[in-house]
């Protein structure tokens, strides 16, 4: 069975020949440069001048060596963004951190020493934000510039020829978390009880956004991608950042617009939404919206269990992640730590198909690269279906 044939298998709740594998097919499922370059030299391979999926993310595109020798089932193809176009170009001198300022008029800092940028200024924090033609009158990116898709097309068709699945990303993050960039988190959190109607004009602009974007990605790739990302990043290690009512309210609306547009544009494709943490309370919402698949899968957050998650949700929705948790166990765990929790999670989540093996986000710097191998070693061992 190949990979394409392995994927859509699992994407249709059906057991494939063994338990698909996905490392950096999107910006979610990565792996750092630093982590990188610290397994080809476990590999014995020379370092390289890496493809970026996400330089604010510091996540790389692996060289097809990497992929090939870990069975990775997927490729990512990634438009330009103002996470990965020309960003070093970009860079001013702060000092102890280099500064970037990006398309959306977000200032980011790279601390010297440190290993991603953080998002420092928000372009609408201190502005009146109550005043007329305030979301109107804003420069934001142009969405739609065919320059964001150079190449895209011929990647994914040779993907597609090597019998792979395709996946691709959105323009940014979700609705609330660019509410969040756009005026800053408290901000976020206030304005659509402050100020209603320019909220929601700001998230409705957002939306609209996305869907130009996505408008001229799927015109360019959309018969030759599988999967398209989506999300937002609502839930806590606990609980959620805004109630499941306020979801509803204010962003599922915009949601439901933007899933509903790309479900049109290209009818084959499969839509996945991530979301870190405990979102167990709106992944019904999430499945009514039109979500095909769940990424992470947030293991070690409350609610988010995987035996439960399986058993309530396992044949409304596909699972993409939780393979190993990336807090604790993969980072800090011993070889035994990480096989144990790459196997209890298979045990969970592969049974009756529906479920693709990924860590529970990227892979960060700090990862030893035995313990990659190590999941890796335990996912062709324990990911066998009968």
Known sequence: MNSRERILKALNHEEPDRVPYDLAGSTWTGITNTAYQNLRSYLGMEPTEPDWSDVVQQIVVPSEDILSQLKVDTRGVFPLTSHNWDVYSKLKDGG???????????????????????????????????AEGIIENYAWPDAGNKLRFAGMREKAIRFRNDEKIVMTKGLCAGLFEMHQRVRGMENAMLDPFLFPVNSDKLIGKLADLKIEFWDALLTEVGDVVDIVGEGDDYG?????????????????????????????????????????????????????????????????????????????????????????????????????????????????????GGFVFSTVHNIQAEVPAQNIMAMFETLEEYGIYS
């Open 96 to 130: 102890e951190y280099w500064e970037y300022f990006d398309e959306w008029g977000f200032t980011h800092h790279f601390p010297k020493n440190g290993y991603w940028f953080s998002l420092v200024k928000h372009p609408m924090d201190a502005v009146d934000f109550d």
């Open 236 to 352: 806590t290690q606990q609980s959620q950042l805004i109630a499941p009512e306020q979801f509803r309210d204010y962003y599922k609306p915009h949601f439901v617009r933007v899933l509903k547009f790309i479900k049109e544009k290209a009818p084959g494709v499969k839509i996945m939404f991530h979301s870190c943490g405990n979102v167990r309370p709106i992944i019904p919402d999430m499945i009514e919206m039109g979500v095909d698949i769940l990424n992470p899968v947030h293991i070690t957050a409350t609610g988010m269990e995987p035996v439960q998650l399986k058993k309530d949700f396992g044949s409304d929705i596909v699972f993409w992640g939780g393979g190993v948790d990336t807090q604790k166990v993969l980072p800090s765990g011993t070889l035994q730590e990480v096989k144990d929790d790459v196997k209890r999670n298979i045990e969970a989540l592969a049974p009756g």
